[in-house]
């Protein structure tokens, strides 16, 4: 079956740290790709997706994530971190073959510390 | 803007109970989606409409249906509420092809 993992569920940064969350999926074919974030209280948030292309795409609020399809990875990443990026993000992938549903990961909560 | 909207915030209700989660989207979207959303386990799919009086099955089904009597409208149905069904539900709305998704801010339902 077609899945999505995220490694990290819970991640503990200070502020200025650089940011990395894994994302994988299982194979299936030609994918699109994206990450949401959800702030507490707030609804899911589209960070940023990727469809074709250059593999690094680059996202609102100083994010990036960079598509390496050999892993079936999808990584998102950000250079230094603000307490305002305190979130869950959810990595979430829709596979061609699915008639367009969205398979979501488990989420990582980012806890950024002042 | 497309907005998503729910009607309920935060929803109690009683086991046995049948529940309506009403979602509007207002740009003439043909997908639209429910989700529900628990403690890591990420978004999980219910079920989704492409059309008008269309539907089809997400990953976990069991004990809800849904009605799409229009296109702007999508009601997710607990036939006979559980305490199982205690969740925080995510309606969401694309249009067709290769799009993202937009979603409403979520319904914590709370089943005593």
């Known amino acids: 079956a077609q899945s999505v993992s995220q490694h990290n569920h819970h991640v503990i940064l200070s502020e200025a740290a650089s940011l990395e969350l894994g994302c994988n999926y299982s194979y299936g074919g030609t994918v699109n790709l994206f990450w949401y974030v959800q702030y507490p209280g707030q609804h899911l948030q589209l960070l940023l997706k990727?469809?074709?292309?250059?593999?690094l795409v680059k996202g609102i609020k100083g994010f990036e994530a960079e598509f390496i399809k050999s892993k079936f990875s999808f990584n998102l990443r950000k250079p230094s971190v603000q307490w305002s990026d305190t979130a869950e993000y959810f990595c979430a992938v829709k596979w061609y073959s699915n008639t367009g549903k969205l398979i979501f990961g488990q989420g990582t909560t980012l806890q950024v510390k002042p | 803007d497309v907005k998503v909207t729910q009607s309920s915030r935060y929803l109690v209700k009683r086991t046995g109970e049948k529940v309506f989660l009403e979602c509007v989207q207002d740009m003439d979207h043909e997908n639209m989606f429910w989700y529900r959303q628990d403690p890591g386990l990420g978004l999980r799919l219910i079920y989704f409409s492409y059309d008008v009086k269309m539907k089809e099955k997400g990953d976990i089904p069991e004990g809800y249906s849904v009605s799409r009597e229009k296109k702007e409208r999508f009601s997710l149905i607990l036939e006979s509420a559980s305490t199982n069904q205690t969740s925080m539900y995510l309606c969401?709305?694309?249009?067709?092809?290769?799009?993202?998704?937009?979603f409403g801010s979520g319904t914590r339902l709370t089943v005593v």
């Open positions: 990727y469809f074709s292309g250059d593999p």
């Open positions: 969401a709305s694309s249009p067709q092809g290769i799009y993202g998704y937009t």
